[in-house]
């Protein structure tokens, strides 16, 4: 259980002392980032272990806890033995991930087309029938998905809805 929190990050006192137990059945450890006390508890517990890290957001906001964090982002990503991002774009436009692009591999995020293939028509027309034509938003609700982008670009068609489904700050 974590003892405290910072910026949304959970902080445990156990986890070092299990990362460095679960390490030793390993050969290549994965890593989500960010989680900067998982990162920070790698590199000080267990980085001569292989490991994999896949890469899901650039920290934006936090300016002065990032002028901290960035001097481990970098020690992190250079201990790698892979990046992972879920585009080639994201590997150019990211500050951090563009540094280590040699290290860095594309993964896209699946999508199961079955979905959409093979959702009952029924469904589907009600569907249409509710909304109209619409655009479909997925996702957490918070800054970094740039929903505020795709609502000012919404105001060049006409006609068509906005429909927004998930849960967060915004």
Same mark, same amino acid.
């Given at each position: 259980?974590?003892? $405290?929190? !910072?910026?949304?990050? &959970?902080?445990?006192?156990?986890?070092?002392?299990? /990362?460095? #137990?679960?390490?030793?059945? %390993?050969?290549?450890?994965?890593?989500?980032?960010?989680?900067?006390?998982?990162?920070?508890?790698?590199?000080?517990?267990?980085?001569?272990?292989?490991?994999?890290?896949?890469?899901?957001?650039?920290?934006?906001?936090?300016?002065?806890?990032?002028?901290?964090?960035?001097?481990?982002?970098?020690?992190?990503?250079?201990?790698?033995? $892979?990046? !992972?991002?879920?585009? &080639?774009?994201?590997?150019?436009?990211?500050?951090? /991930?563009? #540094?280590?692009?040699?290290? %860095?591999?594309?993964?896209?995020?699946?999508?199961?087309?079955?979905?959409?293939?093979?959702?009952?028509?029924?469904?589907?027309?009600?569907?249409?029938?509710?909304?109209?034509?619409?655009?479909?938003?997925?996702?957490?609700?918070?800054?970094?998905?740039?929903?505020?982008?795709?609502?000012?670009?919404?105001?060049?068609?006409?006609?068509?809805?906005?429909?927004?489904?998930?849960?967060?700050?915004?």
């Amino acid at each position: 259980a974590a003892f $405290a929190s !910072i910026k949304r990050m &959970p902080l445990t006192l156990g986890l070092p002392r299990l /990362l460095a #137990r679960l390490a030793r059945g %390993c050969d290549l450890l994965h890593f989500n980032f960010p989680n900067p006390w998982t990162e920070m508890v790698y590199l000080a517990v267990c980085g001569s272990k292989d490991s994999v890290v896949t890469y899901h957001s650039d920290i934006y906001r936090q300016k002065v806890f990032l002028w901290l964090y960035r001097p481990w982002i970098h020690a992190f990503l250079k201990r790698t033995a $892979a990046i !992972i991002a879920t585009s &080639p774009n994201y590997i150019e436009s990211s500050p951090f /991930l563009s #540094r280590y692009r040699d290290h %860095c591999r594309s993964i896209v995020l699946p999508v199961d087309i079955k979905m959409f293939t093979e959702s009952p028509q029924e469904e589907i027309l009600a569907i249409k029938e509710e909304f109209g034509p619409f655009v479909l938003f997925v996702g957490r609700l918070v800054y970094y998905k740039g929903l505020e982008h795709l609502i000012d670009a919404m105001g060049l068609f006409c006609g068509i809805r906005l429909v927004v489904l998930g849960q967060g700050e915004l």
